[in-house]
């Protein structure tokens, strides 16, 4: 079957520009992550979803970031007024429960300039 | 503070041979550690997993020991094969929380034909 998607691959934008990165995840998947990868570094934590509702934000790094998922599938993550130090590779996941392996999308490569 | 800690950047290894990738963690409410294998442009793929409750999981090629004493992980390659050549991840999960997962900073494995 279909693996998770995000679009788009990549987005560059200008510095204090709103972008909005599109995850769908695996169809069934009840626990949907975001993660966000800096070059040379491993994945860091964001945001986790069960079903709908937003379980854990502590990751956000500020109040510029907001992610949903209104119908429990696809997610969206929004970045507000876009800074430099927002570059890098954010990537979704998906796991049919919890605690089962989470499957990555490829990721969007975001770039402020 | 790095609670997932690989402390080797890259490792080379001779098609056929063994690989050995480390990683060593911190946080004791760690109680389920993964691999990911990523490949350039692509999201990281799941390799293999190890609950805390065992101390050896092997699945093929792959072969994943954990120590929980010194808090300490490995994954085995046995045949190394040049596909094999990608950045491998360690990460953990804590059941404490929301399931997120902690990653290392990667390992890049080169297997020389």
């Known amino acids: 079957g279909a693996g998770v998607s995000q679009s788009p691959r990549y987005k560059v934008a200008k510095r204090g520009q709103d972008v909005a990165l599109r995850c769908d995840p695996i169809?069934?998947?009840?626990?949907l992550f975001w993660y966000q990868q800096a070059l040379g570094q491993g994945p860091e934590f964001l945001t986790y979803?069960?079903?709908?509702?937003?379980?854990?934000k502590s990751g956000l790094p500020s109040d510029r970031f907001f992610a949903e998922r209104p119908e429990g599938s696809v997610s969206t993550l929004k970045i507000q007024r876009t800074q430099q130090e927002d570059s890098a590779v954010y990537l979704c996941?998906?796991?049919?429960?919890?605690?089962?392996?989470?499957?990555f999308g490829p990721g969007t490569r975001l770039t402020v300039t | 503070d790095q609670q997932v800690k690989q402390n080797s950047p890259s490792l080379s290894v001779q098609e056929g041979r063994i690989s050995i990738l480390n990683c060593d963690y911190t946080?004791?409410?760690?109680?389920?550690f993964l691999w990911y294998k990523k490949y350039p442009a692509e999201g990281p793929t799941f390799l293999i997993s190890?609950?805390?409750?065992?101390d050896k999981n092997e699945d093929g090629r792959f072969t994943v020991f954990l120590n929980k004493s010194a808090k300490h992980l490995s994954l085995h390659i046995v045949p190394s094969q040049p596909g094999d050549s990608a950045v491998y991840f360690c990460?953990?999960?804590?059941?404490?929380?929301?399931?997120?997962?902690?990653f290392g900073k990667g390992t890049k494995l080169s297997v020389i034909p």
């Open positions: 996941a998906s796991s049919l429960r919890t605690r089962d392996e989470q499957y």
């Open positions: 169809s069934g998947h009840v626990s």
């Open positions: 979803f069960q079903n709908e509702a937003q379980l854990d």
């Open positions: 946080n004791s409410m760690f109680d389920y």
């Open positions: 190890i609950s805390s409750i065992k």
């Open positions: 990460a953990a999960e804590s059941g404490a929380g929301s399931y997120q997962l902690t």
